[in-house]
Nanobody, 129 residues
């Protein structure tokens, strides 16, 4: 069974840090470009980061550049999203997903939800003091 499971969310203070994980079962994550998305209440789902499969090239939305870092741990079949210096506006449910093969192994920029599949259930991140 192909499945993605996000974890690591929670309540974090502004200026703190948090690491989200996206673990795969039933397939090898390294075979796909992986995207991280977030969705706040009343807003559309937006792509915040992506890591390519072929050369590990990364993409970050302007709103998170310099604060978020995406990385792979192939030994654990997991992709992480390190969140540093979070802000209240980062509060959202965070999801990971695999880029559809027809878009190739490099991240199609910008990462649009329609280009991705195999969504996990999401993990809530709340930034508040």
């Amino acid at each position: 069974q192909v499945q993605l499971v996000e974890s690591g969310g929670g309540l974090v203070q502004p200026g703190g840090s948090l690491r989200l994980s996206c673990a795969a079962s039933g397939f090898t994550l390294d075979d796909y470009a992986i995207g991280w998305f977030r969705q706040a209440p009343g807003k559309e789902r937006e792509g915040v980061s992506c890591i390519s499969s072929d050369d590990g090239t990364t993409y970050y939305a302007d709103s998170v550049k310099g604060r978020f870092t995406i990385s792979r741990d192939n030994a654990k079949n997991t992709v992480h999203l390190q969140i540093n210096s979070p802000r209240p506006e980062d509060t959202a449910v965070y999801y990971c997903a695999t880029q559809r093969r027809l878009y190739g192994s490099s991240c199609a920029i910008p990462p649009l939800p329609a280009r991705f599949r195999s969504w996990g259930q999401g993990t809530q991140v709340t930034v508040s003091s």
